[in-house]
C-alpha cells in the first residue's frame, strides 16, 4: 500500500528498474507489445501505482502527477527505441526476404489509337505551318450553325442530328465553329488545325454517337481548290503511303463553295476490292473509302467574321479521325475504340505516353 509522496516516487523508481530489466531480455516485436500492456496497459503496473494518486496530501498531488506522467514517457521513449531496433534486425534475416521471387510486372500504359491518329495528322499539318486550336464541345447555335451560313429552318441542320442542350446551346456537331473562333479572333492570313470531339444522334455499327473531328482551314490571298488538292493529296500520303490515290467527288456543304467529298483508296485491299477472296468489307468493293468533307470557304461564312470575301479566299476541310485510324491499323469494327477492351489497347503499346 502507498501511503504518501515519498513511497508513491519510490514504487516508480522500482517500477522503472524493473522495466530496464524486462526490455533487456525482450527478442522480437511481439513480445514488445506484450510488454506494452503489461507495464502501460490500462490494468497494467503504471496504472496501479497511480491508483494510490487521489490518496495522497493535497500538496503532494502535482509533484506526484507530474513524476507518474514522466515515468510513463521514459517508457514509452525506450519501448520506441526497441521497437526500432528490432524492426531493422528483422528485416535484415535472411529468411525474412526470398531474393528468388520474381520481380512484379510493371505495368505502363499506351497512347489510345485515336490519340495516336489526331497526334500523326497534327503533326503533318503543323509541319506545314498550321497552327492547332481547340474550343468548347458545348457550342451555341451561331457556331455550329448560323455563322457557317446554316441558318434556322435550313435543310443542311436535318444532316446532322444535333443533341441540343437548350434551344440556343447544343453540342457541337462538327469542328466548324473553330473556323469561325479563330477567324474571329485571328486577322488572314491563318492556317490552323482543330481536333476535337463532336456529337450526333446517330448509334449503330458504324455510327458513334460521340466521334472525333480535324477541322482544318487556310485562308490567304489567291486560295483555290488546287491548293486544297494539293495540301490534302500530300496530307494522305504521308498518313497512309505514296501511292494512296485521292478522289474528290463534288458534294454540298453549306459553309464551301464549291465543295467535294474525298475519298482515299482503300488501305484495306489496295483499291482492289478484295482481301484474298473475299469481298472487301470497308470499302464494299468500291476500292475507294470516303474520308472528309472540304471545299473553299464560303464568301458568306467569311462576311460573318469580318474578312473581307474580295480580298480573301481560303480552303476548309473536316477530317474523320475515327475513318482514318480504322484504315490505319486495319480495324473494322468502330466500337473497339470505345470499350477501353485492354486486349485491344494493349496492341498500341509501341507508342508509350
Ligand atoms: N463540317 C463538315 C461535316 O461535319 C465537314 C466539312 C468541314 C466540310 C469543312 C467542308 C469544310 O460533315
Known amino acids: ?100 521471387l520474381p520481380g512484379r510486372e510493371i505495368w505502363s500504359g499506351s497512347l489510345h489509337p485515336i490519340t495516336i491518329t489526331i497526334q500523326e495528322i497534327c503533326s503533318v499539318f503543323v509541319s506545314l505551318g498550321y497552327e492547332i486550336v481547340t474550343g468548347p464541345e458545348i457550342e451555341t447555335d451561331f457556331y455550329n450553325f448560323e455563322a457557317l451560313n446554316i441558318p434556322k429552318d435550313h435543310p443542311a441542320r436535318d444532316m446532322q442530328d444535333t443533341l441540343y442542350i437548350s434551344d440556343n446551346i447544343l453540342l457541337r456537331t462538327h469542328t466548324s465553329p473553330l473556323q469561325i473562333r479563330t477567324m474571329l479572333n485571328t486577322k488572314p492570313p491563318v492556317a490552323a488545325i482543330a481536333p476535337g470531339k463532336v456529337y450526333r444522334r446517330d448509334s449503330d455499327l458504324t455510327h458513334s454517337p460521340m466521334f472525333h473531328q480535324i477541322e482544318g482551314f487556310l485562308v490567304d490571298k489567291d486560295v483555290n481548290m488546287g491548293d486544297l488538292r494539293g495540301t490534302l493529296t500530300y ?19 453549306p459553309f464551301t463553295e464549291p465543295s467535294a467529298e474525298v475519298d482515299i483508296s ?88
Open 1 to 100: 500500500m502507498v501511503r504518501n509522496a515519498k513511497e508513491f516516487l519510490k514504487k516508480l523508481e522500482e517500477l522503472k528498474s524493473k522495466f530496464s530489466e524486462s526490455i533487456g531480455k525482450i527478442n522480437s516485436i511481439k513480445e514488445l507489445e506484450e510488454l506494452k500492456v503489461k507495464f502501460l496497459g490500462r490494468k497494467g503496473e503504471l496504472a496501479k501505482i497511480m491508483k494510490a494518486l487521489p490518496g495522497l496530501a493535497k500538496e503532494d498531488k502535482p509533484m506526484a502527477g507530474k513524476a507518474g506522467n514522466e515515468t510513463k514517457n521514459w517508457i514509452e521513449d525506450l519501448l520506441a527505441q526497441k521497437k526500432e531496433i528490432l524492426e531493422q534486425t528483422e528485416m535484415s534475416k535472411p529468411s525474412s526476404f526470398d531474393h528468388t
Open 235 to 253: 496530307f494522305v500520303q504521308h498518313i497512309f503511303s505514296k501511292d494512296t490515290k485521292v478522289r474528290f467527288r463534288p458534294s454540298f456543304f
Open 266 to 353: 482503300c488501305v484495306i485491299c489496295n483499291g482492289t476490292g478484295f482481301v484474298g477472296n473475299e469481298p472487301c468489307r470497308v470499302c464494299k468493293q468500291t476500292g475507294f473509302v470516303e474520308i472528309l468533307g472540304c471545299g473553299l470557304i464560303d464568301p458568306k461564312v467569311f462576311e460573318s467574321v469580318g474578312y473581307d470575301p474580295e480580298a480573301y479566299s481560303g480552303f476548309a476541310f473536316g477530317l474523320g479521325v475515327e475513318r482514318v485510324a480504322m484504315l490505319k491499323y486495319g480495324i473494322n469494327d468502330l466500337r473497339l475504340f470505345f470499350e477501353n477492351d485492354t486486349r485491344f489497347l494493349n496492341q498500341f503499346l509501341d507508342f508509350p505516353v
